[in-house]
């Protein structure tokens, strides 16, 4: 419709109000009591019809076919967390003549219903699944190959079950020699057809591996919200001088334990935020040459450019009992930038590293990558290899250490932490203090 979208404001605030404020007789609220947390829901995924991925019709709107076109079935997807490369989450049943029929399910579910496979759809244009795979395609993780008696590398015969298998399926949903060509990924989810992250056997559920757009807990949306509302008052409802501050935010809640769970979760996702949007600044502001680990927690500190009376107990300290108070943050800061590395513990808030937005490299990898005589006693696949290809297999191992903080490092020190801490008590506030 053409109606001026003012209009529509005030018609629709019109109406809530109205219902706000009309009650029945006998009745104890209102005819229309509405709330904050009516107008927002954690939404589900994103469907889309069988077709190429220019072509496909996407809806957040839950439904069976695509509008208007019944014979058009709809499939959710779900996303990669390391690439965003998206898989339609399917289950599939043989009927009697054998023919697969493709549905769609939950990304949580962890146990095959009654003769219906779970699995995942991948479609790619740009990088699709071959036909048959070999160590020469280079699209399997390396610990599914092993070595055969002529000296070719071919993939494990107990890993074949778990390779990916092509077929081709029709609009509706039914396998058909002329549908789209598709790879079948068994559940649960291995590796990603793309980025080639792996993940182990004992991993079985895929909500870790894969995510949906709707996914996310209420305490991470309550969060978010709440930040984002005042950011909003802050920066839009001006308070005038003497006038008590009229911008606030009120939340209920029917029990302690809720209360405390969700205060709890509101301050970690300050903190972090803090953290990161300063390691972020300090970061761009050093350039090309980056950041080394011996100056990060004191250009980090810069960044966040608090008061001392932000974290100091005593805001008036002097001389040494200063420089000591500083150090004190500096070394909180280090532990928690290096305790932030760890990939996989905040499912919803990946860090700046998984973001893209952060970048490790380490000193001298490609030299130490290119001086051949520091790889005679290695592997000879190592031994053999170019300098490009040494020093992408010494990033991985690296990144993959630094990942599980396997990292020779004080922060990371028991004995130095037990240190840290102490130090932070005497002379740091909440929630800088350990």
């Avoid at 559940?187 to 990603?192: I, K």
Wanted: proline letters at 5%; charged letters at 30%; a negative charge.
């Amino acid at each position: 419709m053409d109606t001026d979208e003012d209009r529509c404001y005030e018609a629709i605030r019109e109406t809530l109000f109205s219902g706000f404020e009309i009650t029945l007789p006998g009745a104890a609220f209102p005819v229309f009591a509405f709330r904050l947390h009516q107008f927002f829901s954690r939404g589900d995924t994103v469907f889309a019809s069988v077709e190429a991925e220019d072509d496909r019709y996407l809806t957040t709107r839950g439904q069976q076919f695509v509008p208007g076109a019944r014979d058009k079935v709809l499939l959710p997807l779900s996303f990669c967390r390391e690439c965003g490369q998206d898989y339609y989450t399917v289950g599939r049943r043989k009927d009697l003549s054998g023919t697969y029929t493709y549905e769609p399910r939950e990304l949580s579910d962890v146990v095959s219903v009654e003769e219906r496979d779970r699995g995942f759809l991948f479609v790619s244009s740009d990088n699709p699944w071959p036909d048959y795979v070999d160590a020469e395609t280079g699209r399997v993780p390396d610990d599914w190959l092993e070595e055969k008696a002529d000296g070719h590398l071919a993939v494990k015969s107990e890993r074949r079950k778990d390779l990916p298998s092509i077929v081709h399926i029709g609009l509706d949903g039914h396998e058909s020699p002329g549908g789209l060509r598709v790879a079948w990924v068994p559940a649960p989810f291995r590796f990603c057809l793309t980025c080639g992250v792996e993940y182990s056997s004992r991993q079985t559920r895929d909500l870790g591996k894969l995510s949906t757009l709707g996914s996310g807990g209420r305490s991470s949306a309550t969060s978010l919200l709440s930040v984002t509302t005042v950011r909003w008052l802050r920066q839009n409802v001006e308070v005038e001088p003497g006038e008590d501050d009229p911008r606030k935010l009120l939340a209920f809640t029917d029990n302690r334990q809720d209360a405390s769970l969700q205060a709890g979760h509101l301050n970690d996702t300050v903190e972090v935020g803090l953290l990161r949007s300063a390691l972020y600044r300090a970061t761009k502001e050093a350039g090309s040459e980056g950041l080394g680990h011996d100056d990060l927690a004191g250009k980090v500190a810069a960044a966040l450019a608090l008061d001392i009376a932000d974290y100091a107990i005593d805001p008036a300290v002097k001389f040494a009992a200063k420089d000591q108070t500083n150090a004190a943050l500096r070394d909180v800061l280090g532990y928690r930038i290096y305790r932030d590395l760890e990939r996989g513990w905040r499912v919803t808030a990946p860090n700046l590293e998984q973001s893209g937005l952060l970048e490790i490299r380490y000193d001298s990898l490609d030299e130490l990558a290119a001086a051949d005589e520091e790889w005679v006693h290695a592997h000879p696949a190592l031994a053999l290899a170019t300098p490009a290809q040494r020093q992408h297999v010494g990033k991985a191992l690296l990144d993959h250490l630094r990942r599980e903080l396997a990292i020779h490092v004080n922060y990371l020190d028991p004995n130095w932490q037990t240190g840290m801490t102490q130090r932070s008590r005497e002379r740091l506030v909440l929630p800088w203090a350990i």
